[in-house]
């Protein structure tokens, strides 16, 4: 059945929304149960975590999952995992301006970080993905990355026998694509980052400096990246570029005034997290504070907030060490992340 949805490149969401058709019937409404604090340590001033009923993690689940996202299984040539994209040590991203899948396929789009990505109300750069589970299915078929069929991964996977013994442990059931995308959501949502130094108060003056303005009505930047995880999720246009070759939320929507709109990335970690931006054109911090203190490129659908700041150059460089600080040594380290 996926197979007659491989449509390759592009089409990503009409694929998803298929998919979940046929094989992710994901169950009702996320829920709060009890939280297993050994898998999941939920960082002061962090909402508790939600779950989908049929999906609360627990040791087998996320040791599965931990398993399938480093391994090289799912992809066509046996060559890319996720982990390839989405490196822990660079905060699951990869340090390239797009990614590169299978025979050395280049994508469109910068690899985004996987922390706290459990907290996402929905994923991808144009918020076209309802859930973690069905997430797992786009990289599978994706032309430049895995190249593959979700029922010829499990085929794959089927023949090793400790997998499918712990498929049984985890759910109950052989492996299979329910097993597959519940798995490594489980793992997903144990990728949590807030122990940097901005949230153990640890700032030095400039850092401070920096945080003041980052909040301040004068940047406007904690209204679109505020709260916990550093962005409030929403679209916007933030005239970073001239021109723009990928349409962003367009592609989802339709509608023109989400043309060149894309999700507001977190924060958190971007210091370890260049090159910048849904295409990684931007290669340092100090490049896009830059952009920002000019007002960005005049594009219709670029959002009011972005206009001339008029920063000094102590300014931007507090506002650059804020950003820096916002690095958590801790996760980046967390051996728990590691194959
Ligand atoms: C070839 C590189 C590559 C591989 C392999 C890859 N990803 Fe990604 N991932 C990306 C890129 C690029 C994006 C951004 C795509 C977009 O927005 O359209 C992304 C986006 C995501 C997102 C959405 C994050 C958000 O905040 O919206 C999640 C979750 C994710 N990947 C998890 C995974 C998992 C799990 C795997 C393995 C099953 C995987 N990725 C394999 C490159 C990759
Ligand atoms: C109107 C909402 C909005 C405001 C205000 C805003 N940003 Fe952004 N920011 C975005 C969006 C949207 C993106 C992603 C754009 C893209 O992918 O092309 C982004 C991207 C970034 C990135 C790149 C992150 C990454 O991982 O690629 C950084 C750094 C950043 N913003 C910092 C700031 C700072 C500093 C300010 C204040 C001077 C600020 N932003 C103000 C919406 C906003």
Redesign the pocket.
């Known amino acids: 059945m996926l197979r007659f949805l491989s449509f390759g490149k592009g089409l990503?969401t009409l694929l998803v929304a298929t998919a979940s058709m046929v094989v992710v019937s994901c169950a009702s409404d996320p829920q709060s149960p009890p939280v297993d604090e050994a898998l999941i340590n939920v960082p002061v001033g962090f909402p508790q975590p939600a779950f989908p009923l049929d999906n609360v993690p627990d040791a087998n689940r996320v040791a599965l999952g931990k398993i399938?996202?480093f391994s090289t299984e799912?992809?066509r040539t046996r060559t890319?995992?996720?982990?390839?994209?989405?490196d822990p040590a660079k905060a699951?991203t990869?340090g390239r301006q797009?990614?590169?899948?299978?025979d050395g396929?280049i994508?469109?789009?910068?690899?985004?970080?996987?922390a706290n990505?459990g907290y996402?109300p929905?994923?991808?750069?144009?918020?076209g993905?309802p859930t973690?589970e069905m997430?797992?299915l786009?990289?599978?078929q994706?032309h430049?990355?895995?190249d593959m069929n979700m029922l010829d991964v499990v085929e794959r996977l089927s023949r090793d026998s400790s997998i499918a013994q712990m498929s049984r442990a985890a759910y109950g059931r052989s492996i299979d694509p329910y097993v597959v995308t519940r798995a490594?959501?489980s793992?997903?949502r144990t990728i949590i980052s807030g122990s940097s130094r901005a949230d153990l108060d640890q700032l030095n003056a400039s850092e401070r400096r920096g945080k003041d303005l980052f909040k301040s009505d004068a940047t406007r930047c904690s209204t679109c990246h505020g709260g916990f995880a550093y962005t409030t999720h929403e679209f916007a246009n933030n005239g970073v570029y001239a021109s723009y070759t990928d349409n962003g939320r367009q592609r989802l929507t339709f509608k023109s005034t989400d043309s060149n709109v894309f999700?507001v990335?977190?924060l958190r970690n971007v210091g370890v997290t260049a090159p910048y931006m849904?295409n990684g054109r931007v290669a340092a911090l100090s490049a896009v504070i830059e952009s920002y203190d000019r007002g960005g490129y005049p594009h219709p659908n670029k959002d009011p907030r972005i206009r001339p700041l008029g920063l000094s150059s102590e300014q931007k460089l507090d506002l650059e060490a804020f950003l820096m600080s916002l690095t958590d040594d801790h996760f980046l380290t967390n051996t728990r992340y590691r194959p």
């Not at 890319?80 to 989405?86: D, E, I, P, R």
């Open positions: 990503r399938l996202f799912l992809s890319v995992s996720c982990a390839t994209c989405h699951f990869d797009t990614s590169i899948g299978v396929r994508g469109i789009r910068n690899a985004p970080s996987l990505v996402g929905y994923f991808l750069r144009e918020g993905v973690l997430q797992v786009v990289p599978v994706e430049n990355e895995f490594i959501a793992f997903e999700k990335p977190s849904h």
